[in-house]
């Protein structure tokens, strides 16, 4: 469709509200907070979730902006800004996620060949196949381009050889974007992007428990691992370049996120009222609580707006910039601030981990500010996107290769 503009943008919201009322399930707009919890749970859709998710995929609006011949909605920025509007004005939340979305697609989009689209954009586009990521290495955290899993040229196809770690949802994943070293004279020349099934031997996925008790991330074992070269992602040696895009595709979304997400929580001054209590004016009772909270909503309220910002100077289709990597690290200050806050409210029932004496709401604060923790690394860490924004952002020099 054409980018739509005053009356004719209007015309495409009538169209979305239409088919929305149409065919999103009724029982799923009840709570949006539980309709997103569902939608990013590992487990296969069942009843109207199911029905939700198949209805999207076949109108290709899950990835609105996706070409139509690929299995995505072919909508421009305009019109994809007009659907968010009207599902949100519903509940209806999109129920085709993941990193295949968010991170390999785009990727995909811009490096892979017309053959490797057409084999792997439609069953992204329908989440129908689920990716991970296979970048970082138990030697090879911050310093990726360390990397050392080797993908040996045998003739048609590589033999890999290696392991991965932090690997989120690995144990759930149908496929794999990887780094491989294919080059040792070189240290990021001599890397390259491949994808393989992560159902085939010698895959092994071991997942690992985190301190909130829970385990998103794994490590991945490959054992000879073989390969076929038109698996091979951009260029020969040339993968650093193609990792590089998909991080900040990886970073815009994390960047995002506040954006959207955290506005189903209850405001920080709601729940330190209950908690704290009220002084004779109304206000939280401590006044340096008080003024804690109001900082951390005005830089929450200030990202929100950066990322919005963001989205408008990206209608050019150039996707994201560097720029990344500041809402990454902004998005993870706001959210760990307002954690730690949480459980300074909650005093002694902000220390819960299971039992009776504690609600749903103080055990999930607990396990929320836990696992928040790893926000400051994963993605890559502050201290990796402070060095991208001083070099490729505020122009600095890179005193590691001043000597």
């Known amino acids: 469709?054409?980018?739509?503009?005053g009356a004719d943008t209007e015309a495409f919201r009538a169209e979305a509200r239409d088919w929305l009322a149409a065919n999103f399930p009724a029982s799923l707009g009840a709570d949006k907070a539980a309709l997103e919890a569902l939608v990013m749970s590992p487990a296969k859709p069942e009843g109207d979730h199911a029905v939700w998710k198949e209805r999207m995929a076949a109108k290709g609006w899950g990835v609105p902006t996706w070409p139509k011949s690929l299995g995505g909605g072919g909508l421009s920025p305009a019109e994809t800004r007009v659907l968010a509007q009207e599902m949100a004005a519903i509940g209806a939340v999109n129920p085709i996620v993941g990193m295949g979305v968010n991170m390999f697609g785009p990727t995909l989009l811009e490096y892979g060949t017309e053959e490797q689209k057409q084999k792997y954009i439609p069953d992204i586009a329908t989440g129908k196949v689920r990716w991970c990521q296979g970048f970082s290495e138990p030697g090879a955290g911050s310093d990726l381009a360390s990397l050392q899993t080797k993908a040996e040229d045998k003739g048609?196809?590589?033999?890999?050889?290696?392991?991965?770690?932090?690997?989120?949802?690995?144990?759930?994943?149908?496929?794999?974007?990887?780094?491989?070293?294919?080059?040792?004279?070189?240290?990021?020349?001599?890397?390259?992007?491949?994808?393989?099934?992560?159902?085939?031997?010698?895959?092994?996925?071991?997942?690992?428990?985190?301190?909130?008790?829970?385990?998103?991330?794994c490590e991945t074992f490959l054992t000879d691992v073989k390969v076929p070269k038109e698996n091979l992602i951009g260029p020969?040696?040339?993968?650093?370049?193609?990792?590089?895009?998909?991080?900040?595709?990886?970073r815009s979304g994390m960047g995002g996120r506040m954006g959207s997400s955290k506005s189903k929580e209850p405001a920080l001054g709601v729940i330190a009222k209950k908690y704290v209590g009220e002084d004779a004016a109304g206000r939280l009772a401590d006044s340096d609580l008080r003024t804690r909270v109001v900082l951390n909503e005005i830089d929450q309220r200030a990202l929100q707006l950066t990322v919005a910002r963001a989205a408008q100077e990206s209608k050019g289709n150039s996707g994201p910039s560097a720029a990344t990597s500041i809402m990454k690290n902004a998005n993870m200050k706001v959210a760990q601030d307002r954690a730690e806050l949480t459980l300074e409210f909650m005093g002694a029932q902000g220390l819960g981990w299971e039992g009776g004496d504690f609600t749903p709401e103080e055990l999930a604060a607990v396990r929320g500010w836990l696992s928040g923790k790893a926000g400051s690394i994963y993605g890559g860490s502050n201290e990796v996107q402070n060095n991208i924004i001083s070099k490729r952002i505020l122009g600095l020099p890179d005193l590691t290769q001043s000597h």
């Open 236 to 250: 020969l040696n040339g993968g650093w370049s193609v990792a590089k895009r998909l991080l900040q595709h990886e």
């Open 1 to 5: 469709m054409a980018d739509f503009g």
């Open 156 to 217: 048609d196809h590589f033999l890999v050889n290696g392991s991965k770690i932090w690997t989120s949802g690995g144990q759930y994943a149908d496929m794999i974007f990887c780094l491989v070293r294919t080059d040792n004279t070189k240290k990021h020349e001599g890397i390259s992007f491949v994808v393989f099934s992560m159902h085939q031997p010698n895959v092994e996925v071991r997942p690992i428990k985190l301190i909130a008790g829970n385990s998103p991330f």
